[in-house]
Nanobody, 115 residues
Framework: QVHLVESGGGLVQAGGSLRLSCAAS????????QGWYRQAPGKQRELVAG???????NYADSVKGRFTISRDNAKNTVYLQMNSLKPEDTAVYYC?????????WGQGTQVTVSS
């Protein structure tokens, strides 16, 4: 079992920055991939960024160059630094962890970008 707790969402103006945090507990040494997804109203949940246990990283095309995912192993925490935010980044952001074949989700944190 893996328990995920997100924090750091909020309201920001376009062009601003936010940093999301996802603290993991439980069977953290079994995590294969950890990442961030988002879901905007009326849209499907989509991958934003992911990082594997080996350190490989991938980003959605829409956030490349603006968002950075990182991991602090000592704190069992994954971060999503979001810069140059746009109104279309508005969504509920969910932390995700995969311990194959199971996926675990956090409760979600709202990010709202005003124009």
């Amino acid at each position: 079992q893996v328990h995920l707790v997100e924090s750091g969402g909020g309201l920001v103006q376009a062009g601003g920055s936010l940093r999301l945090s996802c603290a993991a507990s439980g069977s953290i040494f079994s995590i294969d991939v950890q990442g961030w997804y988002r879901q905007a109203p009326g849209k499907q949940r989509e991958l934003v960024a992911g990082i594997t246990s080996g350190g490989s990283i991938n980003y959605a095309d829409s956030v490349k160059g603006r968002f950075t995912i990182s991991r602090d192993n000592a704190k069992n925490t994954v971060y999503l630094q979001m810069n140059s935010l746009k109104p279309e980044d508005t969504a509920v952001y969910y932390c995700n962890a995969v311990v194959a074949p199971r996926a675990y989700w956090g409760q979600g944190t709202q990010v709202t970008v005003s124009s």
